[in-house]
């Protein structure tokens, strides 16, 4: 099995938080939408001019976002983002470091973005999330896939999604499946690649067989 490269730029990492106390931190359609554009548009330092705009506006088919500004975030970003799922009160995303301390600087940018928007929309203060974000490297390819169906499969948490995951609209999954909405601020082939390059392999199957539950025991993953 290909080890993923041993120094920090270059390295996947599986980085995931929770509300405080446990709390539900994604109450509506609006909040979900505000992370999603964060995780997707924060990939770099690059202001984005007029967000508000482009996320009242944002449709089944993504955010109304200019080809060229995508490719300026891609052009500058901390990290690459490959694969995310975002639940009632915690998150997972799947990430490589582009930059050295690229993830500190996503991650910032990220939770402070989001931290903001709770506090003045629910009139509170002070944490959001539960102290500093978890942080895990990719050992291998077999453990970069596995999270990957890992993450995906998060929505069988909630009932009204139990087998009906690759329809959750905040989760990367259907960007597998089906069309990226996000162009290359989804960096989709690392893992898709792979089945494409293999005749009658599916990652809609990979994801709805995969073992990928026993990476919360073997490697530590929680909620």
């Known amino acids: 099995m290909t080890r993923i490269r041993d120094n ?3 390295e996947y990492h599986h980085l995931y938080n929770r509300g405080v106390h446990k709390m539900t931190i994604f109450r509506d359609k609006a909040d979900y ?7 997707l548009y924060l990939q770099s330092p690059i202001l984005i001019p007029n967000s ?5 506006a944002f449709s089944p088919d993504g955010f109304p ?15 690459e983002l490959v694969a995310f799922c975002i639940m009632p009160n915690h998150f997972h995303l799947l990430v490589r470091e582009v930059v050295e301390g690229g993830i500190a600087a996503y991650m910032q940018r990220v939770s402070l973005s989001y931290t903001n928007h709770f506090n003045a ?15 895990k490297r990719i050992q291998d390819d077999q453990q970069l896939m596995y999270l990957s169906a890992y993450i995906h499969r998060n929505p069988r948490e909630l009932r009204q999604w139990k087998n009906k995951e690759e329809a959750y609209p905040y989760s990367s999954l259907q960007d597998y499946v089906d069309k990226n909405r996000w162009g290359n601020l989804l960096a989709t082939d690392i893992v898709a690649g792979r089945f494409d390059a293999t005749p ?8 709805r067989t995969s073992p990928a539950k026993l990476l919360e025991e073997e490697f530590g993953y929680s909620k």
């Not at 929309?121 to 942080?135: I, L, M, Q």
């Open 65 to 79: 976002f200019a080809l060229e500004e995508q490719e300026q975030i891609v052009k500058a970003r901390f990290v």
């Open 52 to 56: 508000f705009r482009i996320i009242n």
């Open 200 to 207: 009658n392999s599916n990652y809609r199957d990979f994801v």
């Open 121 to 135: 929309k629910y009139a509170t203060s002070g944490h959001v999330f539960e102290n500093r974000y978890k942080s």
């Open 8 to 10: 920090i730029i270059g």
């Open 33 to 39: 939408i505000k992370f999603l554009f964060s995780i």
